[in-house]
C-alpha cells in the first residue's frame, strides 16, 4: 500500500506544478512582447524625429507614403533589435522579428500600390498587423521567450547604468516630448483611463486576492470620476485647471503603486507617474501661456 501511495504521488506531483510552471511561461512570453513593443515604439519615436529634423537640414523632401512606412518600419526594427541583443536573444530569432516588422508594411504595400489603400490606412494597417506578426514569431520560438532572459552584466559608467535601470522613465519622456512644445488641455473624460488602466492591469495580474487592493482602486475611479463630472459641470479654464490636478495627482498616485509593489508592475507604474506629471504640468502650461 506504501509502495502505491508514493507511486500515485509522484505521478500527480508533475501535474500539480504543471499549472504554476505554465502559467509562469505565459508570464514570461507576455513580458519579452511587451518589452519589444516599447523598445519597438522607443526606435520609433526617437529615430523618425531624428530622421526628419535630417532630411530638412539638407533639404530632401519628404518621402512619400510607401517609402515613409517602410523607413518606419525600419525605426522599430532598430529599436527592438538593440532590445533583444542586450536581452540575449539568438541571431535567428532576431531576424525573424525584423522580418515580422517589414512584412505587413510588404504586404499592404500591393494595395495602396493599386490605390485600394490611402496613406493614413497604410500607416494605421502596417501598425496593427505588426502585433498579430509579432505574436506568430514569439510562438514559433516559444522555447526562447518564454524562458528567462540572459542576465547582463551590470554597466559600470553612470548613464548606461542609469537608461538600464530607469528606461520606463526614459520612454515616458519620449512619448511625451511634443507637449512641451505643444501644450494643449485635455478633455474631463481622460480622467477616466488612469484608474481603469489600474483595474484591468490588477485584474489581469490577478492582484484582488491582496486584501484591500481591490478597494483602494475601486476608491480611486470613484474619486476621479468625480473629479472629471465636476470638470465638466464647472467648465472653462476652471475645469481645465480641475483636469489637470487630476493628472498630476495621479502621477502621485503611481508613486505610491512603484513604492509599494502591488496592482501594476514597477515598470508600468514609473512610466505612467512620467507620463502624468508632463501632462498635468503642459496642461497648466497651456492655460497659463492660453
Known sequence: MTQLNSTAAATTTPDRRAGPRRHLRHRHLVRHLLEMLLAMVAGMLVLGPARAALGTAFGLAPASPGVGALLMATDMSVGMAVWMW????????????????????????????????????????????????????????????????????????????????????????????????????????????????????????????????????????????ALALLAVSVGGSAGQWLVAVGWLAHAGWDLYHHRTRQVVPRGYAECCAVIDAVLGITIMLALVTG
Open 86 to 225: 542586450y536581452r540575449g536573444h539568438s541571431v535567428a530569432a532576431l531576424g525573424e522579428m525584423v522580418l515580422a516588422m517589414y512584412a505587413p508594411v510588404l504586404l499592404l504595400l500591393v494595395p495602396w500600390a493599386a490605390g485600394l489603400l490611402d496613406a493614413d490606412a497604410l500607416s494605421t494597417g502596417a501598425h496593427l498587423l505588426m502585433v498579430p506578426a509579432m505574436i506568430a514569431v514569439a510562438l514559433r520560438r516559444r522555447h526562447e521567450y518564454t524562458g528567462h532572459p540572459i542576465a547582463r552584466p551590470a554597466p559600470r559608467h553612470p548613464l548606461p547604468r542609469v537608461l538600464a535601470h530607469r528606461w520606463p522613465a526614459g520612454l515616458a519622456l519620449l512619448m511625451t516630448a511634443d507637449n512641451w512644445t505643444s501644450p494643449a488641455p485635455l478633455a474631463a473624460y481622460t480622467l477616466l483611463v488612469l484608474p481603469i488602466g489600474y483595474l484591468v492591469i490588477g485584474s489581469f495580474r490577478r492582484q484582488w486576492g491582496v486584501p484591500g487592493n481591490l478597494r483602494l482602486q475601486l476608491a480611486g475611479l470613484a474619486g476621479w470620476s
